[in-house]
């Protein structure tokens, strides 16, 4: 009997053994080589397949997620667990999804995916920072890297560990629906700003080889270079359309962000909707093979963007098949599906099984992918806490938001003469700008002086955007202003008074605050580039009756000329985000003006697309302008 005992404990410890051998790429200690290969060497092709698998939230189920094998789940833009939900309730959504991931037979946890492309913006009450294209206008890659590292946290906050930023596009035509997603249309910054990488993942270890992705552990997240490549470069600025320019061109102006990039350790590149010289660039196997992977070694994983297999084809959807085939074989590692997935699963698993796609080309985006979630500490934490859910909106992220208004705004007229500057606004004198805190009434006019919606742009809370002060918590330029007068200065604001009103109150002067509504991508794309009505019709009502400061609210340089002869002071704000007190510090002189022009100001839309440096350069105000005001001088 004790013989028997001892044989049975004896078997009982080989299988332990045994078991912690099959955990291999469980074992953190284990390199990361060993971990992929050893869990690659497990799978099935149906756990393969639903690796290379992004669905969207509305469509998962922790059923779903283990009867598929589902490696990601994503938010589009709008898409939250409920209207304005907490952090934690974004946590307990997200953490039932993994909880079907680890519950398949291997227990590979899913990735979430989010855009926070601008602060977390899909999340109420989050800190909204100033879009891409202020953030250009700033030229200080630090403070990109720590608006990375404070959105880091809030994402972080409500449980995801992954977003598809930054946009490293370079737009060369501000007719772009997606212009103010690019720092600049100058590719030196464009390349500087990828200090958001490090800001997001973590500062990746010296001699750590390249193109490996680095996720510095649990309050970093993995960043998404995009869109690969040329975006910002279509015909006339049309969203996803086709980029004619030679190879060196392409790689001289679009390519040089993503050699940074994939320096900094970024973790996923997501693919283009758009063509290279009439060459989708989710079929471009040349680009995103050869170039992307061999030639910059890049070692993340390739993602579609939405619906981007569908996209290869016109219309959208046409030949499913021959779109899986052409973009799985291009080098696209995982699918944005986001709906449609048992299509996809079963499109591919078929193609595989006959040899259309090789199984290498699976096992390359497989190992790619797990590699990510190594990096990351996925494995060991694939469980979101609430632990960091105090991050989400903090003070401290809405005073660096604040700073980063502060740098992003570009004065672009002061006054007719330097001699006599309008900016900063004085507080208690006569003078321009700065503007005076301390006189006995002053106009706030404009559609956009009263309305975060507007003033956040597109991508905050909706994909699109929205109007109105309820979407979430923030700052509208008029209740900054209304903070930082004097008390005994009376702010009256009106959206769009006649050119009667104004001058019947003996205002001493007027803040017109203006521009685009907001939109996203291809609703965006703009032919004329005008403010939005009212807005032209405010201007000249208010500033042909009053000395007036004009801020422009908008996603790009917009129509102005007509309008400048009766403009006394011109600033350009761009998409300023939930902390409009940024603005009124640097109207009022608390701090100074040093923004610079991230792109060219056209004079008409003629003109476009103009660039600097082309032979027919004429702007209106060059790339790179910037007037500078000195508040203690002026004070």
């Known amino acids: 009997m004790a013989r028997t005992l001892i044989s049975l404990m004896g078997l009982l410890l080989l299988c332990c053994l045994a078991e912690a051998e099959y955990l291999k790429y469980k074992d953190p200690k284990q390199p990361l080589h060993v ?22 939230r509305g469509v998962a189920s922790a059923e779903v997620m ?55 913006n899909n999340v109420y009450n989050a800190t909204i920072f100033p879009h891409n294209i202020g953030l250009g206008a700033t030229r200080e890659p630090d ?39 690019s720092y600049s249309e100058d590719p030196k910054i464009v390349q500087a700003m990828t200090e958001l990488i490090p800001g997001l993942q973590g500062d990746i270890p010296a001699g750590s080889p390249k193109g490996v992705p680095y996720v510095a552990g649990k309050t970093k997240v993995a960043a998404c270079a995009k869109h690969f490549v040329g975006d910002g470069g279509t015909i006339n600025g049309v969203n996803e359309n086709n980029t004619i320019i030679d190879r060196h061109g392409l790689l001289a102006i679009h390519m040089p962000a993503y050699y940074n990039s994939i320096i ?15 060459i989708k660039m989710h079929a471009n196997q040349e680009l995103v093979t050869g170039f992307l992977k061999n030639t910059l070694q890049f070692r993340g994983f390739v993602i579609t963007d939405w619906e981007g297999l569908d996209r290869i084809t016109s219309p959208p959807h046409a030949n499913y098949s021959y779109s899986v085939e052409v973009g799985i074989k291009a080098g696209i590692d995982m699918v944005m599906v986001p709906y449609n997935y048992i299509e996809f699963i079963d499109d591919l698993t078929f193609q595989v099984k006959n040899n259309i796609i090789p199984m290498s080309r699976i096992d390359d ?28 909106g903090s003070q401290e992220h809405r005073e660096l938001a604040r700073e980063a208004v502060r740098k992003s ?27 005076p805190k301390k006189t006995s009434k002053i106009l706030i006019a404009g559609s956009h002086a009263d309305n975060l919606g507007y003033q956040c742009g597109g991508w905050t809370i909706e994909w699109q955007g929205l109007s109105g002060n309820d979407l979430t918590r923030g700052t509208t330029i008029l209740n900054a202003i209304k903070k930082t007068v004097d008390q005994q200065t009376e702010v009256v604001y009106q959206e769009n008074p006649d050119a009667s009103f104004v001058k019947s109150n003996n205002f001493s002067y007027a803040i017109v605050v203006v521009g685009e509504h907001p939109y996203a991508e291809t609703n965006g794309d703009s ?35 007509p309008y400048l002869s009766y403009i006394d002071a011109l600033v350009a704000a761009w998409l300023p985000g939930t902390e409009g007190q940024g603005v009124a510090d640097v109207l009022f002189g608390d701090y100074d003006f040093t923004g610079k022009l991230p792109r060219t100001w056209f004079k008409t839309v003629d003109q476009l697309p ?25 004070s």
């Open 35 to 56: 971990r992929v290969n050893d869990l690659v060497s497990r799978m099935t092709l149906e756990e393969k397949i639903g690796q290379m698998t992004q669905i969207e």
């Open 365 to 392: 985006a497989v190992r790619r992918i797990l590699r990510v979630k190594f990096v990351m500490g996925l494995f060991e934490n694939p469980l979101a806490d609430d632990s960091l859910v105090d991050q989400l």
């Open 66 to 120: 283990k009867k598929y094998f589902i490696g990601s789940v994503l938010s589009g833009g709008g898409s939250p667990p409920a209207r304005q939900a907490s952090a934690e309730a974004w946590i307990d959504m997200i953490n039932d999804f993994q909880k079907g991931a680890l519950s398949t037979r291997l227990g590979i946890p899913m990735i979430y995916g989010i855009d926070a492309v601008h602060g977390h």
């Open 610 to 634: 103009m660039n600097v440096g082309d032979p027919h350069y004429d702007p209106l105000f060059p790339f790179g302008f910037g007037l500078t005001t000195n508040s203690r001088q002026t």
């Open 143 to 181: 403070l990109v890297k720590r608006i990375g590292a404070a959105t880091a946290l809030e994402v972080r906050a409500t449980g995801i560990p992954y977003t598809f930023a930054p946009c490293i596009a370079v737009c060369r035509d501000p007719r772009w629906g997606r212009c103010y997603e």
């Open 409 to 435: 705004l570009v004065l672009l007229k002061n006054g007719d003469s330097t001699e006599v500057p309008l900016l900063p606004l004085p507080k208690k004198t006569s003078k321009i700008l700065p503007l």
């Open 527 to 561: 032919m004329n580039l005008n403010i939005a009505d009212p807005g032209p019709n405010t201007i000249t009502n208010v500033c042909g009756a009053v000395e007036c400061v004009v801020v422009v609210i908008s996603g790009r340089p917009v129509v102005i000329q």
């Open 264 to 278: 900094k350790g970024v973790s996923t590149v997501m693919v283009s909707y758009s063509s290279w010289n009439g």
